[in-house]
């Protein structure tokens, strides 16, 4: 069968994009013939600091973000990273294929490196290889991520296929990405031109899956836009990137293609939009929210699903970590 891996960092509050680009889309996919495989990617998170009481909070509330948005433990396997130690290993393994120079042409690295690079961890450098590494350690075939992410899984291919090559073997699968939908990207409220980010220091940015009605609407009220009301073909959101930004958010709340909402709401203005799209949000959003918060406060109903969902990896990671570390020639 076809393996899905994806993860989700607990470097913070899930925001609207985590939830459109990604969650969204793993709990699709959950069901469809695929084996699905879901992680709390924590040893990703510590290539930037994370205060330990928060990251411990963080990875709980990612867990019952994904459980409330419609993943099953029992259909998935839904664990935190460093509770299965093969990702780690392997990812020892794929630091010594991977080469320096694929890492440096990395963009998410110059973006959170920013212009103190030579401060940046060693970790967050090698950031792409421990990813390689947490969806081959699966030999999954499919994942689902957004648009951000599309670099790092072109790496994680070109370690798969040097690894294959070095060793004269044909062992690590060439993965798929799934990027689709009409929120792969989703902006920042505040600048049509970043990403809505879970680190963006301004909280007008993004739409956090634990904000209230009451802030959704506030948030969606303050978005930028620019002073035109909305086309009816998607010819006309071309270079008004905040004003498809909020048509994308809409499409892909309401499960409808662009086309399709333009067809509704073309000729209208902004001042009239946006409190449909907030309406949306919250219809949406607020029962993964009051889910979350009920699933929060029995942390240890999440952390005994992190540890079976963990049992569960271990027994796939396993035996392909034997295979590798023989491949490799280490005596076991
Ligand atoms: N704005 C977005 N639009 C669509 N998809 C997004 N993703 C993140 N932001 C958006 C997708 O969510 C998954 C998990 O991302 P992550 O938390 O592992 O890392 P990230 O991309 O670095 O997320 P953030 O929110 O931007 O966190 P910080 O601020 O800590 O860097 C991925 O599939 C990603 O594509």
């Known amino acids: ?97 991977a080469r320096m120079g694929w890492m440096k042409r990395m963009t998410q690295f110059k973006d959170k490196a920013g212009k103190n690079a030579e401060n940046a961890s060693l970790g967050l450098f090698g950031y792409p290889a421990l990813m390689a590494a947490d969806i081959l350690i699966y030999h999954a075939t499919h994942v689902p991520v957004g648009e951000d992410q599309k670099q790092h899984l072109e790496l994680t291919r070109d370690v798969a296929a040097k690894f294959n090559h070095d060793f004269g073997v044909d062992f690590f699968p060439m993965t798929e990405p799934v990027i689709e939908g009409a929120a792969t990207r989703v902006m920042s409220l505040r600048d049509g031109t970043k990403k809505m980010s879970k680190s963006d220091p301004s909280d007008l940015s993004r739409i956090n899956m634990t904000d209230d009605a009451d802030s959704i609407a506030n948030k969606i009220r303050k978005a930028r836009t620019d002073p035109d009301g909305l086309p009816s073909e998607i010819e006309g959101l071309e270079g008004r990137s905040e004003a498809r930004n909020l048509v994308n958010i809409y499409a892909a709340l309401n499960e409808q293609s662009v086309e399709d909402v333009l067809r509704d709401v073309g000729g209208k203005q902004f001042s009239e939009f946006k409190p449909m799209l907030s309406d949306l949000a919250v219809s949406k959003l607020s029962p993964i929210s009051s889910e979350m918060a009920r699933l929060m406060q029995a942390p240890d109903e999440i952390d005994a699903i992190l540890r079976d969902g963990a049992d569960q990896a271990r027994t796939i990671a396993a035996p392909i970590l034997d295979k590798t570390y023989e491949i490799v020639g280490m005596v076991r």
């Not at 510590?46 to 973000?65: F, K, M, S, Y």
């Not at 935190?80 to 294929?97: D, K, M, P, R, T």
Request: charged fraction near 15%; proline fraction near 4%.
């Open 1 to 97: 069968t076809p393996r899905v891996f994806s993860g989700i960092q607990p470097s913070g509050g899930l925001t609207l994009g985590n939830y459109l680009g990604a969650i969204k889309r793993f709990v699709e996919m959950q069901g469809q013939g695929f084996e699905t495989i879901y992680c709390m990617v924590d040893l990703h998170a510590i290539t930037t600091w994370q205060d330990p009481e928060v990251l411990r909070n963080n990875t709980r509330e990612l867990c019952a973000g994904y459980i409330a948005s419609g993943i099953d433990p029992k259909q998935s396997i839904l664990f935190n990273q460093s509770q299965v130690s093969q990702h780690a290993e392997l990812g020892w393994i794929f630091n010594c294929v």
